[in-house]
């Protein structure tokens, strides 16, 4: 057991639209220790990305954290101001984005991007910062020839190294990924996972790395949450999850990949609509789809359980 | 660096034939749409006279050799002669009164990109909020309103009820500053004239504000939706991801990019500041190239006439290639 860096608690984040209040996450525990990396999990719509954003409270509107705690380092962050979740953004938790070819600003040079964020963060001169994006550019492998260039002259891939490297700019605790290959083809989408396993270790940084793909989230992951319609149906080590995974949406999910390592086609053929999060099923959330439901599925909400040791599971099949 | 010279030349080469196409349209609405010698005489005029007034215009030879004859003089910065008052040399006049309203179009331009600007981000920051709503409404009812009228409120409170400010002419009399650019506060300044300055601002406000605030709407709506849509982007929920305090965001993120299309919008407003500006100088009496045109339009001045013309479609020209330059200044994307 490594030292605990995240934790968070029965958070709940809600977004008031006009049709109603869609329940994107609902009452989600996890935690993290420092350094591990933690695959996200679940089919698009489940809640991965509003789960990723509430952690720097970067929710858009009309969402909000309805309730919950994410305890980070010892610190409730739903209890900080904008201001000082400002010193934690890209300083102690930093993101990586879905779509490289827009996360950059177009009219601001690849190694300013950089220098303006160590300078946001750190006391340090000009010349400082240059010489530290350089090494960055260099890790991410970028040539420094390139700092001086636009993001429009970058490939796609090549503006992922650039996210990259800008969210380990300041050697953050976290790293919070969100789909980072999914905008990718699939020769790149190896590049990238590869360079972030690698530096993952260099800067020895936790990943919560978000994907609807299991076989790229097995790659690199120590441990998998898997998501279900605002919720973590289970949770636990990558090997044992693979292994003996408990609940019945991970069984079926991983039966429609035959193998981890050749599939890229996975969630897509699981019988029964994804829930709509509007209007939620009672009871357990994946009853309406699951193979042995029963009358209490529909009843009662099962909690989550820890059946193995570190390894939770939210279904009444175990107790 | 390189590719921006290049971008800048092609674009100059560019403006080559938009200038002739120009030229052509002003020569050709001159001499079809209208006849200068009835203009000039009146209707019944004897036909020795109409004779020497033709020959004196150029009118008697065939139109393509007064074309081309029109062309060379222009080519040459020749704009004619006034045909009222000792004939002086239309550029010379022009040249008079430009500076008037070139300080008046340059201040309430800066009026109102300050206004329109300030008021836009200020509303896109209060997306839905009742700031927002007020804000909006400006920038709807002050495109509606009448230049004259926004001067006369202007002119009553602050010059005749509050009597601060002057409410016309440029400077007052015997204060203007030795003559370098014809801009009365930049010469001011160059020969440290600390009283001509005064006057010259003070006279300056009511003119540059009433201007200002009828051309502010736009850049308030425009600037609006801009960050509006600017502020949705990926790229600055990643700006908010690193940290980056809010006003680095808004003010060097989102604005400068929503700042390009505010640009191409300057470029097209110029050709409205100057029309703005000609109704605003006979509401101050500013004795500037409105004043100037209407004037002699009332003297029926032919040829100052078509010289004003040709000088104000050669100005809307050259800002539009100026700024087109700014434009790929700021954004490498449009050089390549
Ligand atoms: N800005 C928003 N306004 C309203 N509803 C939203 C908003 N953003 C997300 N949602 C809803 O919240 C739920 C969870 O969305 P979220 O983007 O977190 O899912 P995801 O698991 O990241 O999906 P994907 O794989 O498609 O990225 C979805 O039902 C979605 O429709
Ligand atoms: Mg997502």
Redesign the pocket.
Not at chain 1, 10 to 17: D, E, H, N, R
Not at chain 2, 22 to 30: D, E, G, H, P
Not at chain 2, 170 to 180: A, F, G, S, Y
Not at chain 2, 277 to 299: C, D, K, N, Q
């Given at each position: 057991m490594g030292e605990s860096i995240l934790e968070v608690k029965g958070l709940k984040v809600y977004?008031?639209?006009r049709e109603g209040v869609?329940?994107?996450?609902d009452n989600v525990d996890f935690f993290m220790e420092k350094g591990e990396t933690v695959g996200l999990v679940?089919?698009?719509?489940?809640?991965?990305?509003?789960?990723?954003?509430s952690i720097l409270k970067l929710?858009?509107?009309?969402?909000k954290i309805v309730d919950g705690k994410i305890i980070f380092d010892g610190i409730d962050l739903t209890e900080l101001d904008e201001k000082e979740m400002r010193e934690i953004r890209g300083k102690r938790i930093s993101m990586v984005f879905?779509d490289p070819m827009t996360s950059l600003n177009p009219l601001m040079k690849i190694g300013d991007h950089l220098v303006e964020t160590i300078m946001t963060h750190e006391e340090v001169t000009r010349e400082e910062a240059e010489e530290r994006a350089l090494a960055l550019l260099r890790d991410v492998g970028i040539m420094p020839d390139r700092f001086h260039d636009y993001p429009h002259q970058f490939s796609g891939g090549m503006r992922q190294r650039v996210m990259i490297a800008l969210a380990l700019a300041l050697n953050p605790d976290i790293v919070i990924a969100?789909?980072p290959t999914?905008a990718l083809d699939v020769i790149v989408q190896f590049q990238i996972l590869d360079l972030m396993e690698r530096l993952k270790k260099q800067y020895n940084v936790g990943m919560i790395f978000?994907?609807?793909d299991i076989s790229v989230v097995a790659e690199i992951s120590d441990k998998i949450a898997l998501?279900y319609a605002?919720q973590i149906v289970e949770y636990a080590n990558a090997i044992p999850f693979f292994e003996e995974h408990l609940h019945p949406y991970a069984e079926l999910l991983l039966q429609s990949v035959p193998n981890i390592e050749l599939s890229d086609q996975k969630l897509k053929y699981i019988p029964g609509l994804p829930p709509?999060?509007?209007h939620p099923p009672s009871g357990c959330r994946f009853h309406p789809r699951c193979p042995y439901a029963e009358s209490i599925c529909k009843e009662k909400d099962p909690p989550l359980l820890e059946i193995n040791t570190g390894h939770f599971v939210k279904c009444f099949r175990y107790k | 660096m390189t590719s921006l010279r290049i971008y800048v030349v092609r674009r100059i080469l560019l403006a080559i034939p938009t200038i002739l196409i120009l030229l052509t349209i002003v020569f050709v609405v001159m001499r079809v749409a209208g006849d200068p010698v009835s203009a000039i005489l009146g209707g019944h005029a004897p036909a020795e006279q109409i004779e020497r007034i033709k020959e004196q215009l150029g009118l008697n030879k065939p139109l393509y050799v007064q074309y081309l004859e029109y062309l060379w003089q222009l080519f040459h910065g020749d704009l004619g002669r006034s045909m009222i008052w000792g004939r002086r040399p239309v550029l010379v006049e022009i040249l008079e009164h430009f500076p008037a309203t070139l300080e008046l179009s340059i201040s309430a331009f800066i009026v109102s990109i300050f206004i329109g600007i300030i008021t836009g981000v200020h509303s896109a920051r209060n997306y839905n909020k009742p700031t927002d709503h007020m804000l909006r409404l400006y920038g709807i009812v002050t495109y509606a309103l009448f230049i004259p009228w926004i001067g006369l409120i202007l002119q009553l409170i602050f010059g005749v009820y509050l009597g601060w400010l002057p409410t016309s002419g440029r400077i007052d009399t015997l204060m203007e500053p030795k003559h370098i650019t014809g801009l009365y506060v930049l010469d001011s300044i160059l020969t440290l004239n600390i009283p001509s300055l005064i006057s010259a601002i003070r006279h300056l406000i009511l003119p540059s504000i009433t201007l200002g605030i009828y051309l502010s709407g736009i850049y308030t709506r425009l600037t609006r939706s801009n960050m509006l849509e600017i502020l949705r982007k990926d790229f600055i929920t990643a700006a908010k991801a690193r940290g980056l305090p809010e006003d680095t965001i808004i003010y060097k993120h989102a604005l400068k990019n929503a700042f390009i299309p505010i640009l191409t919008m300057m470029g097209l407003q110029f050709a409205l500041l100057l029309a703005g500006a000609v109704l605003t100088e006979t509401t101050f009496s500013w004795p500037g190239m409105g004043t100037f045109l209407a004037e002699r339009i009332f003297y029926r001045d032919y040829t100052t006439v078509q010289g004003t013309i040709v000088f104000f479609a050669l100005l809307v020209v050259s800002v539009s290639l100026i700024i087109d330059i700014l434009y790929a200044y700021i954004d490498p994307r449009i050089r390549y």
């Amino acid at each position: 057991m490594g030292e605990s860096i995240l934790e968070v608690k029965g958070l709940k984040v809600y977004y008031y639209t006009r049709e109603g209040v869609v329940r994107a996450v609902d009452n989600v525990d996890f935690f993290m220790e420092k350094g591990e990396t933690v695959g996200l999990v679940g089919e698009s719509g489940s809640g991965k990305s509003t789960l990723g954003f509430s952690i720097l409270k970067l929710i858009p509107p009309p969402g909000k954290i309805v309730d919950g705690k994410i305890i980070f380092d010892g610190i409730d962050l739903t209890e900080l101001d904008e201001k000082e979740m400002r010193e934690i953004r890209g300083k102690r938790i930093s993101m990586v984005f879905q779509d490289p070819m827009t996360s950059l600003n177009p009219l601001m040079k690849i190694g300013d991007h950089l220098v303006e964020t160590i300078m946001t963060h750190e006391e340090v001169t000009r010349e400082e910062a240059e010489e530290r994006a350089l090494a960055l550019l260099r890790d991410v492998g970028i040539m420094p020839d390139r700092f001086h260039d636009y993001p429009h002259q970058f490939s796609g891939g090549m503006r992922q190294r650039v996210m990259i490297a800008l969210a380990l700019a300041l050697n953050p605790d976290i790293v919070i990924a969100d789909e980072p290959t999914s905008a990718l083809d699939v020769i790149v989408q190896f590049q990238i996972l590869d360079l972030m396993e690698r530096l993952k270790k260099q800067y020895n940084v936790g990943m919560i790395f978000i994907s609807h793909d299991i076989s790229v989230v097995a790659e690199i992951s120590d441990k998998i949450a898997l998501m279900y319609a605002g919720q973590i149906v289970e949770y636990a080590n990558a090997i044992p999850f693979f292994e003996e995974h408990l609940h019945p949406y991970a069984e079926l999910l991983l039966q429609s990949v035959p193998n981890i390592e050749l599939s890229d086609q996975k969630l897509k053929y699981i019988p029964g609509l994804p829930p709509d999060l509007l209007h939620p099923p009672s009871g357990c959330r994946f009853h309406p789809r699951c193979p042995y439901a029963e009358s209490i599925c529909k009843e009662k909400d099962p909690p989550l359980l820890e059946i193995n040791t570190g390894h939770f599971v939210k279904c009444f099949r175990y107790k | 660096m390189t590719s921006l010279r290049i971008y800048v030349v092609r674009r100059i080469l560019l403006a080559i034939p938009t200038i002739l196409i120009l030229l052509t349209i002003v020569f050709v609405v001159m001499r079809v749409a209208g006849d200068p010698v009835s203009a000039i005489l009146g209707g019944h005029a004897p036909a020795e006279q109409i004779e020497r007034i033709k020959e004196q215009l150029g009118l008697n030879k065939p139109l393509y050799v007064q074309y081309l004859e029109y062309l060379w003089q222009l080519f040459h910065g020749d704009l004619g002669r006034s045909m009222i008052w000792g004939r002086r040399p239309v550029l010379v006049e022009i040249l008079e009164h430009f500076p008037a309203t070139l300080e008046l179009s340059i201040s309430a331009f800066i009026v109102s990109i300050f206004i329109g600007i300030i008021t836009g981000v200020h509303s896109a920051r209060n997306y839905n909020k009742p700031t927002d709503h007020m804000l909006r409404l400006y920038g709807i009812v002050t495109y509606a309103l009448f230049i004259p009228w926004i001067g006369l409120i202007l002119q009553l409170i602050f010059g005749v009820y509050l009597g601060w400010l002057p409410t016309s002419g440029r400077i007052d009399t015997l204060m203007e500053p030795k003559h370098i650019t014809g801009l009365y506060v930049l010469d001011s300044i160059l020969t440290l004239n600390i009283p001509s300055l005064i006057s010259a601002i003070r006279h300056l406000i009511l003119p540059s504000i009433t201007l200002g605030i009828y051309l502010s709407g736009i850049y308030t709506r425009l600037t609006r939706s801009n960050m509006l849509e600017i502020l949705r982007k990926d790229f600055i929920t990643a700006a908010k991801a690193r940290g980056l305090p809010e006003d680095t965001i808004i003010y060097k993120h989102a604005l400068k990019n929503a700042f390009i299309p505010i640009l191409t919008m300057m470029g097209l407003q110029f050709a409205l500041l100057l029309a703005g500006a000609v109704l605003t100088e006979t509401t101050f009496s500013w004795p500037g190239m409105g004043t100037f045109l209407a004037e002699r339009i009332f003297y029926r001045d032919y040829t100052t006439v078509q010289g004003t013309i040709v000088f104000f479609a050669l100005l809307v020209v050259s800002v539009s290639l100026i700024i087109d330059i700014l434009y790929a200044y700021i954004d490498p994307r449009i050089r390549y």
